[in-house]
């Protein structure tokens, strides 16, 4: 299984900022020490070119965020203090999905050790979301003609609220968000699927939801790939995810939308989303099960998505 990373390319924050940056690094290292993806597939992406993100955002927003000429407003919207290091990163961090959508294509499944930036929008940044990964990526591979429809299953705590945006009307991508109803951001959008949930819903509620919605968006989306964005924030015991998620939980939750896209056909590329949790370490153990579970499918170790709740 190929997987992307770009943890060395590191956006400088503040003392104190609260997105854990170092998850990124001790996720690879614990793949590496896992040995869940051979050195030879273990790779790090092109950045992001301005054609494939002008195939998303708009040439305003790239020339003045480049540029550094963002308003005081932009930049704290975006929740990143503005930086060189910041463009790198992020262009970085789309190469790696546009990569992980490619690598799927070929090998059935792969992964961005990073990416899930999916409140961005044409014309801004927000929520720690510069670029749009996996839109760039899905516009990049339609442009390609490497793929004509696209499903992205979002499984992040918040609602994809920029793919959503991006996507509204366009019958070549499906957006399927599972989400927390009163969480940020609080305009949600409208996705061609949205499962908003009350807040400390958990593990078996959850999946009894997720099963449901998974199976309606991929028999309506007749998608030729998938992107998931997995997301750790989840978790019971996240900061800003209010949902009430066991490890144990999450770990099904991966099963099952994997197991799905193999019945259904899929390639896909798995992305990591948001994790936000008072200890890195519990962070990087979500992200870490997605991974392994993702190794397993490519090993050919498929579950069955009925036995999930009863093994709870």
């Not at 999946?207 to 030729?224: F, H, M, N, Y």
């Amino acid at each position: 299984m190929q997987a992307f990373y770009c943890d060395h390319f590191v956006l400088p924050l503040p003392p104190g900022h609260r997105f854990p940056m170092a998850k990124y690094t001790r996720l690879r290292e614990r793949v590496v020490a896992e040995g869940l993806v051979a050195g030879s597939d273990l790779q790090v992406p092109d950045a992001a070119s301005d054609e494939d993100l002008l195939r998303v955002h708009t040439p305003e927003y790239l020339r003045r965020l480049t540029a550094g000429e963002l308003s005081p407003h932009e930049v704290r919207r975006i929740g990143f203090p503005w930086s060189p290091e910041m463009i790198e990163r992020s262009r970085r961090s789309v190469g790696g999905t546009i990569g992980a959508c490619r690598a799927a294509i070929e090998q059935r499944i792969a992964v961005n050790l990073a990416g899930g930036t999916h409140h961005a929008y044409p014309d801004h940044g927000e929520g720690f979301c510069v670029f749009n990964d996996a839109a760039v990526a899905a516009r990049t591979l339609q442009h390609t003609d490497e793929v004509r429809r696209v499903v992205i299953l979002d499984c992040d705590v918040h609602q994809g609220n920029g793919t959503a945006f991006i996507f509204a009307g366009d019958p070549t991508v499906f957006t399927f968000s599972i989400h927390g109803a009163k969480n940020f951001p609080f305009h949600k959008e409208q996705s061609d699927l949205d499962l908003p949930l009350p807040d400390g819903i958990g593990d078996a509620e959850y999946l009894e939801a997720l099963e449901e919605g998974l199976w309606r968006a991929l028999s309506l989306a007749g998608a030729d790939l998938a992107i998931y964005i997995s997301g750790a924030d989840p978790f019971e015991g996240d900061t800003f995810g209010r949902l009430g998620l066991t490890k144990r939980g999450l770990a099904a939750r991966d099963q099952m939308v994997l197991a799905a896209c193999h019945k259904a056909g899929l390639p896909v590329a798995v992305v990591m989303g948001g994790g936000y949790a008072r200890r890195v370490d519990d962070i990087v153990d979500i992200h870490l099960q997605t991974v392994r579970i993702a190794a397993g499918v490519s090993a050919g170790r498929i579950y069955a998505p009925p036995d999930f709740r009863r093994a709870l």
